[in-house]
């Protein structure tokens, strides 16, 4: 399945200072569908080159790290439990606190 | 200035500037004598300074009618058929408190006293330092040392003379929170750390206040309205802080002048929109700005939650709670934006920036390694330093050994080894470095307490500081 994935508020750091990344993740068994909790675990595999404590905790992302799916707070769609699409786009973005 | 025909050295145009620096604080001293004898005619009190130069708000808005100045300086409001005169006259009406004086606090201050807000106070109890004039753009050379709070109201001043500033010259604590928020309308959030910004959003929460929050570090910004006709708060949205090694600031990790620019006018447009009531606020909703790829993303955010700590159904804080509160123990950083200290080392691990230049005046044989992230090298660095970053120590641990190994050949009729020295920008990544390198068997490793920043303070008042 054919995500794009972005990455802000410095957790691109943790992937190679690269901010958009067009992936293809497969559910974790066929017949079945792609959630967010087996992207994430995907991610910190595939993706994070380095403190994988900054971007996880425990099966979730860290406190401070908001993630949208198209654009919409995960919250808003299930979290963990969220089912992705084809093309969907999930931003993760740390949270700024500089002024 | 000097006419005598001798040539004017740069002692002799500090002992000027120090002259006339002199007479204009005698000056400014005569003009507040003479504004306190003033309002003793009139009706100001309190921290407000009085402006005899122009009407008040109040006075102008009698009968509800704008005064003939008021319609020509803010035609091109009136002139807006989705502002005009209704929005116009709620912003001449409404008070703004912006807390922080800083890149976000610079424009959206500027903004809000130009708009006709008809009462901005400025919160912060820090002073104008030359490294924020890149991006606080509301200070000038002149304030340099100064109150940003003074700075900020006389510039907002020179631009409004109608708007009246307050002046709150102290840190925005739980102890003085609620007595300076109460007197305002909305609250702009332009400070720059963790625990102040759990603090306003529960003090708004706590007193009904809307507030409009904005951010910035780097190339990236965030902006979103919290509190707002039901939408959610900062602890809606965040109610674990993040760990402390997430915050970055602006002071180790840079911002470009014009991102914080960008989001402060969009806090100021956003406070306007709430204080006008029009349009339609950003509550519910986050903006992200990406400086670098010019992209700007709104996207939903959740609503409410009931769960929340600070304003859910079962849980609503109260002012005796806020006030008990400790910010800085729930978030485990500072309020005030002082650096990091660490103590890792036992004290025979680390040396003084004077004792390592005592050991460079004998002669001693060592090896300088600077843990600095490689962009930070290339601003300054101390001669024959071998800069090998924290992150790729472990990487570049043979190079160490190299090093000490070619030093030791330098001075081969010297029984002892050659020493090995960890510099660092302010002397906590030395520290981390060390723990390292004596872990991998560099027993000798020591590293220079409080870093090149002690080396400028201590040893070389001409080094470069950042």
Known sequence: MQLTLEFGGGLELLCDSVKIHNVNVEPQAEGKKLTMKHLLSWVRTNLIKERPEMFMKGDTVRPGVLVLVNDCDWELSGQLETVLEEKDIVVFISTLHGG | ?466
């Open chain 2, 1 to 466: 200035m000097d006419s005598n025909g001798v040539a004017e050295t740069p002692a002799d145009i500090r002992r000027e500037i120090a002259s006339l620096e002199k007479a204009k604080a005698e000056i400014d001293d005569r003009i507040t004598a003479l504004r306190v004898r003033l309002s003793s005619y009139g009706s100001v009190n309190g921290n407000e300074v009085a402006n005899s130069s122009a009407p008040r708000t109040e006075e102008t808005l009698l009968n509800g009618q704008l005064s003939p100045d008021m319609i020509y300086r803010y035609s091109r409001h009136l002139l807006l058929p989705s502002v005009g005169v209704e929005a116009q006259a709620n912003l001449l009406k409404c008070s703004v408190l912006v807390i922080g004086a800083g890149g976000l606090g610079s424009p959206a201050l500027l903004y809000l006293a130009a708009c006709g807000i008809g009462r901005v106070g400025i919160v912060d109890h820090d002073v104008v330092e030359l490294n924020n004039l890149h991006r606080q753009i509301i200070h000038t050379e002149a304030y340099i040392g100064r109150s940003k709070v003074e700075s900020a109201a006389a510039a907002c001043r020179a631009i409004n003379s109608t708007v009246q500033i307050v002046e709150h010259r102290e840190a925005f604590r739980t102890s003085n929170a609620l007595e300076i928020v109460r007197k305002y309308d909305i609250v702009v959030d332009a400070t720059d750390n963790v625990p102040s910004r759990y603090m306003i959003s529960d003090c708004c929460v706590v007193l009904g206040k809307p507030l409009i929050s904005g951010a910035a570090l780097g190339l990236e910004g965030q902006l979103t309205v919290y509190n707002y006709k039901g939408g959610p708060c900062y602890r809606c949205l965040f109610p674990t802080p993040p760990p402390t090694t997430a915050c970055q600031r602006c002071a180790d990790s840079g911002v470009l002048g014009v991102v914080p620019g960008v989001i402060g006018c969009l806090q100021a447009l956003e406070a306007i929109k709430v204080a006008g009531a029009v349009g339609e606020p950003l509550s519910g909703r986050m903006l992200l700005f990406d400086a670098l790829s010019a992209r700007i993303r709104v996207v939903k955010i959740r609503g409410r939650s009931p769960q929340c700590e600070a304003c859910g159904e079962n849980s609503k804080l109260t002012e005796e709670q806020f006030c008990n509160f400790n910010y800085e123990t729930f978030t485990q950083s500072p309020l005030s934006t002082s650096p990091l200290k660490l103590h890792l080392l036992p004290s025979e691990a680390r040396i003084t920036s004077k004792e390592y230049n005592e050991r460079i005046v004998k002669g001693e044989a060592h090896v300088l390694v600077d843990v600095r992230p490689a962009h930070h090298y290339k601003i300054i660095s101390l001669p024959k330093s071998l800069n090998i970053p924290l992150a790729s120590m472990e990487a570049r641990l043979s190079e160490v050994s190299a090093a000490l190994a070619r030093e030791e050949g330098h001075k081969n009729n010297n029984s002892q080894s050659a020493s090995l020295y960890v510099i660092c920008r302010r002397g906590n990544d030395s520290q981390r470095a060390v723990q390292y390198l004596h872990k991998m068997g560099f027993a000798s490793a020591k590293d220079i307490i409080g870093g090149l920043e002690s080396w400028a303070h201590d040893v070389d008042p001409s080094f470069p500081t950042y």
